[in-house]
């Protein structure tokens, strides 16, 4: 589970040798990623399959991890699962982008190595929602302002048209 997987790679070779990474990774070596957790020192499993589809290099990953978020009612820790897959088609101009199938992402390469590791960080962030928040009501309850008893009782019991019907009748 701790092998190292390899941070630069050419997507074309490894789709030409149908390579599989899998490993582990640690969230601190994602910058991006480490500034939205509050705690870097786990690991993300992750397992990407490299493969051809006639010519196109393809690349289909899982990543698994449980990250720490900072849950954004109450700021506290907020753990979050994730189980993501992606697919990506390795292309090297727009018009091969749209070529591909719809739950294909592009993947620009233009020849220069791409980082596995931010490939990877897109796909975490893509998938992390602008505001986590508990799936409970997790604020502290603002108990109401005085714990004495609130004594605005409106205890007018008395109607006033009913003394007015008394006086009525004694001013006979
Ligand atoms: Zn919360």
């Known amino acids: 589970m701790s092998d190292k997987l390899p941070d630069l ?27 939205m957790v509050l705690k870097t020192d786990s690991e993300i499993e992750v397992n990407v399959q490299f493969g051809k589809q006639g010519k196109r290099a393809l690349i289909s990953g899982k990543i698994k991890a449980t990250l720490e978020l900072e849950c954004q009612s109450c700021l506290q820790v907020l753990a979050w699962p994730i189980d993501l897959s992606f697919k990506l088609g390795v ?13 294909c992402e592009p993947l620009m390469f233009n ?46 019991t008395n109607n006033p048209f009913s003394v007015l019907a008394k006086l009525k009748k004694t001013g006979e």
Not at 9 to 35: C, V
Not at 91 to 103: G, N
Not at 131 to 146: N, T, V
């Open 91 to 103: 292309v090297s101009s727009l018009q091969e982008a749209e070529q591909l199938e719809i739950d």
């Open 9 to 35: 790679i050419d997507p074309l070779l490894f789709a030409e040798r149908r390579s599989i990474l899998a490993g582990a990774l640690n969230i601190a070596a994602l910058e991006r990623l480490s500034d």
């Open 111 to 156: 020849g220069e190595k791409v980082s596995l590791n931010e490939l990877i960080e897109d796909e975490i962030l893509l998938s992390l929602p602008d505001y986590p928040k508990h799936g409970y009501d997790c604020m502290p309850q603002l108990s109401s302002k005085d714990p004495d008893f609130d004594d605005n009782s409106q205890t007018e």
